[in-house]
């Protein structure tokens, strides 16, 4: 992007408004409506360094603010100089960073040319990886971009090979060995040989398009994980106290039995229940019961300062002990709450199935864990292990997640970009998972957990009794444990100094 000078407004009739860069970039700092105006900057050509004439077309750098539906607020940036032909645009994220990080992995078969024009967008924090070619695009290599699967390979081969002549002049070797790797990137960038692309955004602001959404594709794979201090602090999260200059404050007592109010155990259950965050940190925060709750010191995601944990073990009757952990921070107000299984991991999967028939059904309570998957067979709709994360709700509000976790993750579903068949079969189905919750008709809800640490409340006393809900255990694959990483867990020296110390306790 070039140097900016004096900066325009294209107004309603077509004129330019002279505005100095100040005025800007507080007009687009502060203008977060869909639809808002062009600005145009003066600007410095980069390559030939000419301070190229404010025109109607051509020498100048454009801005605009704009929304894409589903997706993020972003500033759209591009710029052209008529001197010597340098043209380049970028996409800044003009929203929020997400809570958790991304990671999308796409297969590229040989051959496959539609899988070449899947849109991307890459924001200024993600990196790109071709495993196959041992290739990597840092994020300070190419700058936030709105591209395609074929545009990224071709950006970066012709980087490369930008300065090829000046290289073989000065050495030869870099020069011929750059050749080879340019001739296996053109390769995949033409299809002729199988591929890996990954994109990696510790800020969560990008994003492969799935052109069989809402349905899974089979060569796509979405993950979402949480992000390391250093990734913290690369997105300008304060790593630690020292760079705010404030001292830090003392680790919270690690002591158990630290009474808060009167309300017991009771208002926990409940909150739990509800499925609120905010409420499972308030009343976790105060309990009475010494026994029920322990505490310890830990670091807040958002701020990096020391804050206080608070940990309950509980029960759930028909399924297992539960870890509820929720954490509070007093620097920055951030509030969390996790639920995670307790005791061993269990030999088999699980399968839940629950036939969804009335508004009582709508109202069972759901625990969804990190692993478990969710399906809807009379809407086609299977969404992987991870892909809400854990969570602890209700079926309504499983099925209010998953559309709006679809809206967020497939961002062009709207978009000028997709033509109007796909726009209709998306309309389609936001109208059939809309339906789901007025019970027009009975519908199916399959919970597969794989670490069978997900849960379906039985409407009734005994869960034998309630013929709706079954419960389906079944192998794990190998592959299954590999993922989970459990064909890796050795517990010879566990076992046998466990079976040394009850030998020993025998008279």
Same mark, same amino acid.
């Given at each position: 992007?070039?140097?900016?000078?004096?900066?325009?407004?294209?107004?309603?009739?077509?004129?330019?408004?002279?505005?100095?860069?100040?005025?800007?970039?507080?007009?687009?700092?502060?203008?977060?409506?869909?639809?808002?105006?062009?600005?145009?900057?003066?600007?410095?050509?980069?390559?030939?360094?000419?301070?190229?004439?404010?025109?109607?077309?051509?020498?100048?750098?454009?801005?605009?603010?704009?929304?894409?539906?589903?997706?993020?607020?972003?500033?759209?940036?591009?710029?052209?100089?008529?001197?010597?032909?340098?043209?380049?645009?970028?996409?800044?994220?003009?929203?929020?960073?997400?809570?958790?990080?991304?990671?999308?992995?796409?297969?590229?078969?040989?051959?496959?040319?539609?899988?070449?024009?899947?849109?991307?967008?890459?924001?200024?924090?993600?990196?790109?990886?071709?495993?196959?070619?041992?290739?990597?695009?840092?994020?300070?290599?190419?700058?936030?971009?709105?591209?395609?699967?074929?545009?990224?390979?071709?950006?970066?081969?012709?980087?490369?090979?930008?300065?090829?002549?000046?290289?073989?002049?000065?050495?030869?070797?870099?020069?011929?060995?750059?050749?080879?790797?340019?001739?296996?990137?053109?390769?995949?960038?033409?299809?002729?040989?199988?591929?890996?692309?990954?994109?990696?955004?510790?800020?969560?602001?990008?994003?492969?398009?799935?052109?069989?959404?809402?349905?899974?594709?089979?060569?796509?794979?979405?993950?979402?994980?949480?992000?390391?201090?250093?990734?913290?602090?690369?997105?300008?999260?304060?790593?630690?106290?020292?760079?705010?200059?404030?001292?830090?404050?003392?680790?919270?007592?690690?002591?158990?039995?630290?009474?808060?109010?009167?309300?017991?155990?009771?208002?926990?259950?409940?909150?739990?229940?509800?499925?609120?965050?905010?409420?499972?940190?308030?009343?976790?925060?105060?309990?009475?019961?010494?026994?029920?709750?322990?505490?310890?010191?830990?670091?807040?995601?958002?701020?990096?300062?020391?804050?206080?944990?608070?940990?309950?073990?509980?029960?759930?009757?028909?399924?297992?002990?539960?870890?509820?952990?929720?954490?509070?921070?007093?620097?920055?107000?951030?509030?969390?709450?996790?639920?995670?299984?307790?005791?061993?991991?269990?030999?088999?999967?699980?399968?839940?199935? *629950?036939?969804?028939?009335? !508004?009582?059904?709508? @109202?069972? $309570?759901?625990?969804?864990?990190? +692993?478990?998957?969710? =399906?809807? #067979?009379?809407?086609?709709?299977?969404?992987?292990?991870?892909?809400?994360?854990?969570?602890?709700?209700?079926?309504?509000?499983?099925?209010?997640?998953?559309?709006?976790?679809?809206?967020?993750?497939?961002?062009?579903?709207?978009?000028?970009?997709?033509?109007?068949?796909?726009?209709?079969?998306?309309?389609?189905?936001?109208?059939?998972?809309?339906?789901?919750?007025?019970?027009?008709?009975?519908?199916?809800?399959?919970?597969?957990?794989?670490?069978?640490?997900?849960?379906?409340?039985?409407?009734?006393?005994?869960?034998?009794?309630?013929?709706?809900?079954?419960?389906?255990?079944?192998?794990?694959?190998?592959?299954?444990?590999?993922? *989970?990483?459990?064909?890796? !867990?050795?517990?010879? @020296?566990? $076992?046998?100094?466990?079976?040394? +110390?009850?030998?020993? =306790?025998? #008279?």
């Amino acid at each position: 992007m070039g140097l900016f000078g004096e900066t325009s407004k294209m107004s309603e009739t077509g004129n330019d408004e002279q505005m100095d860069v100040g005025s800007v970039v507080e007009a687009v700092s502060a203008d977060h409506s869909f639809g808002a105006p062009l600005y145009v900057v003066e600007s410095m050509c980069m390559r030939c360094g000419e301070n190229v004439c404010l025109s109607p077309r051509l020498g100048t750098t454009r801005f605009l603010l704009t929304l894409i539906p589903h997706f993020r607020k972003v500033l759209l940036s591009a710029f052209e100089c008529p001197h010597c032909g340098e043209r380049n645009n970028e996409v800044q994220f003009a929203g929020e960073i997400q809570p958790r990080g991304c990671s999308y992995r796409l297969e590229v078969s040989a051959g496959d040319d539609k899988m070449f024009d899947r849109q991307v967008v890459k924001s200024e924090s993600a990196t790109i990886k071709i495993p196959e070619l041992d290739f990597e695009i840092p994020p300070e290599a190419q700058r936030g971009s709105l591209s395609t699967v074929e545009g990224i390979l071709a950006r970066a081969a012709d980087e490369l090979s930008a300065l090829q002549e000046e290289r073989r002049t000065v050495d030869p070797k870099t020069a011929e060995a750059i050749d080879q790797f340019l001739s296996k990137l053109r390769a995949c960038a033409k299809a002729d040989s199988s591929f890996t692309f990954i994109l990696d955004d510790p800020a969560g602001n990008s994003f492969i398009e799935n052109p069989h959404a809402p349905s899974p594709d089979p060569c796509l794979h979405i993950k979402f994980y949480e992000r390391t201090p250093e990734q913290q602090a690369a997105l300008g999260y304060l790593s630690n106290s020292s760079q705010t200059g404030q001292p830090e404050r003392d680790h919270p007592p690690s002591t158990a039995a630290i009474p808060h109010g009167a309300i017991g155990a009771a208002a926990g259950h409940r909150a739990i229940a509800q499925s609120n965050s905010t409420d499972i940190s308030d009343n976790l925060f105060r309990y009475t019961a010494p026994e029920e709750v322990m505490t310890f010191p830990s670091t807040c995601g958002a701020c990096m300062k020391l804050c206080e944990t608070r940990m309950f073990v509980t029960k759930i009757p028909y399924f297992q002990e539960v870890i509820v952990m929720a954490s509070t921070c007093d620097d920055c107000g951030y509030r969390n709450s996790e639920l995670k299984p307790g005791g061993a991991i269990p030999k088999k999967g699980k399968k839940i199935i *629950l036939s969804v028939r009335n !508004i009582a059904d709508l @109202s069972r $309570d759901v625990i969804k864990s990190d +692993t478990a998957g969710v =399906k809807i #067979p009379e809407l086609d709709l299977e969404l992987a292990g991870g892909t809400l994360g854990g969570m602890v709700t209700t079926v309504e509000g499983l099925v209010t997640q998953i559309k709006e976790s679809l809206a967020r993750v497939h961002g062009f579903t709207f978009g000028d970009s997709l033509d109007e068949s796909k726009k209709n079969k998306w309309r389609e189905f936001g109208s059939r998972l809309t339906k789901l919750l007025s019970l027009e008709e009975p519908w199916t809800l399959i919970l597969d957990d794989e670490l069978a640490n997900s849960f379906i409340s039985p409407v009734t006393d005994d869960i034998k009794d309630d013929h709706q809900l079954t419960y389906e255990e079944y192998e794990r694959s190998w592959e299954q444990n590999e993922e *989970l990483g459990l064909n890796d !867990i050795d517990t010879s @020296s566990a $076992d046998g100094a466990y079976e040394s +110390t009850e030998t020993t =306790k025998l #008279p």
